[in-house]
């Protein structure tokens, strides 16, 4: 899947991941008014508008970029109701010929990474025949508790094919509460790092490996020095647009070869239509809004890249 | 919440949470092939065959114990059905008037957890009108990304006078891989801790706070200091039995009034039937096996302590 990753961001020359990321903010008023007379104005209704919603900016988009990253925490808010549109949006993506990554930052003891392992990038067997919970090409794994947590998702996506993105420095103002402390005169997130390359070392792609990591654009410094540290690691990089990350601060998630990192935006482009500079499209073209914020996010980073 | 948890722990003088972590190696075969037959041998069936084996082990121990703690990876491994399961369950435990701690160990940036800690301990608004997705009492909290990952969870807490665990040692063998590490001659897991009491000092319940910590039973001499450092924390204890812990390990971790420690156990309470111990009971009567190994728990904790 990191090869077909990789492919899809050549053939786009976009190495854009739109986060499918919906609150009820953020989506139409005639949207959710179609969803809640149909279905109630409830967690079923709400399900209904996310996916209506998701499938308009996927509609608009799908062409443009390799892959999405819906953040499941934006669905479970809304129960079992949100988790179903969850579902219903990998499936849609799936079919648009996108990769798939859930941002499910997940991790636990061996035995239960397990099971969330199997719940999203495998299956469980039931009397002899396989079943998939959720379908996702690649999930974000919190790294707290070490090899053994981490360990199990490996396995099953050498088995599957599938990948994952390890949080290693995150974007938000206090990741450094923790992971910037001194560990022997490094920063944690550069030990973290290094174990990602352990982890990934023996699950290699043709030039990147099936094991990534997670490092925030608002923090381009330690971007550049964990390139460094984990060059066969393809970089998910959040941050970008409306926390901040501008596209310059994007060139030292990159390596010589212009790939290795894919740069996550999510508001920034499902919810341009808010923003002054595509507010002239209106609220019922917030997928074309989406459209257009996606080809300058493009547009951005090639310049930033000197493309 | 901590509260009610307080006064359940002492009115059945059991610090005893019972893991329900279903997997179908666990299941008793007639639960599962009454299951299938009706719903078929499929994610559908295995949700209702979860469902059956909580409500048995349920009923033969609610009035044992102050509290349950479904893991939701066991759950989300069978995709929105398991899920389904995971909802009924937490439901059906509340009205069995036991404390529910949902092992979610969710955590990411500031409005991610926000949607992760309303999802499961607050409500969502559509329309004016309040709606739950989850329904737990507390949940566990992964501490990776500092403090605008935290405390959006406090918040709700707060406003809900519900509680969270936040990891500080896991139980698992490569727990100590960063957990462990030096940071100005102290390991990172105290640090999180230093934190854990930061965060819980401003929604203290009538002795310790909403705020508590997750401290594995396989670190006894950690939990010794976890417990200095964190005084008003109650600590939620994994890994005794089937990962190792003993009771005489579980001593240090509660406080010098005999409270402050809840200890979890879950196959060796729910699949105790499998063990010699119990196997004379047989799998169809798993549930009063389970009933016996609760028993058996609260002496080994009792005697440990002097009680």
């Known amino acids: 899947m990191i090869n077909q990753l990789v492919e899809k961001i050549k053939k786009t020359n976009a190495p854009i991941v739109v986060g499918l990321d919906p609150t009820l903010k953020l989506i139409p008023k005639t949207i959710q ?45 809304f129960g079992l109701e949100g988790l179903t549109a969850y579902v219903r949006t990998i499936e849609y993506c799936k079919q648009k010929g996108l990769v798939v990554i859930g941002d499910i930052k997940r991790g636990d003891i061996g035995s239960t990474s397990a099971a969330y392992a199997i719940g999203h990038l495998g299956s469980v067997e039931i009397e ?62 550069e030990w973290v790092g290094e ?9 290699m792609g043709d ?22 540290v984990m060059p066969k690691a393809y970089i998910l990089v959040p941050g970008y647009g409306a926390q901040g990350g501008k596209g310059k601060d994007l060139v030292p998630f990159f390596n010589q070869d212009g790939l290795g990192a894919i740069v996550n935006s999510s508001r920034g482009i499902i919810a341009a239509y ?34």
């Open 207 to 228: 030039s990147y490996s099936y094991v990534g990591a997670v490092v925030g654009a608002t923090y381009p410094e330690m971007g550049r020095v964990l390139r460094k």
């Open 33 to 77: 008014q179609k969803a809640f007379a149909e279905y109630g104005a409830n967690l079923k209704g709400v399900g209904e508008a996310i996916w209506e919603y998701n499938k308009g900016i996927v509609d608009a988009v799908y062409d443009l970029i390799p892959a999405v990253k819906p953040q499941i925490a934006m669905y479970e808010q």
């Open 274 to 307: 808010q923003q002054e500079a595509y507010a002239s499209y209106g609220e019922e073209n917030y997928a074309e809004a989406a459209r257009a914020a996606v080809i300058d996010m493009r547009e951005d980073i090639a310049q930033a890249l000197g493309r």
């Open 128 to 189: 002899g025949r396989k079943f998939r919970g959720f379908e996702e090409d690649f999930v974000t794994v919190n790294p707290y508790l070490g090899t053994d947590g981490v360990k199990p998702f490996v396995d099953v996506c050498r088995e599957e094919r599938k990948g994952i993105f390890v949080l290693v420095k995150t974007s938000n103002p206090s990741s450094g509460e923790f992971q910037d402390r001194m560990i022997d005169n490094r920063p944690l997130y």
């Open 195 to 203: 174990k990602v390359n352990e982890w990934g070392a023996d699950c």
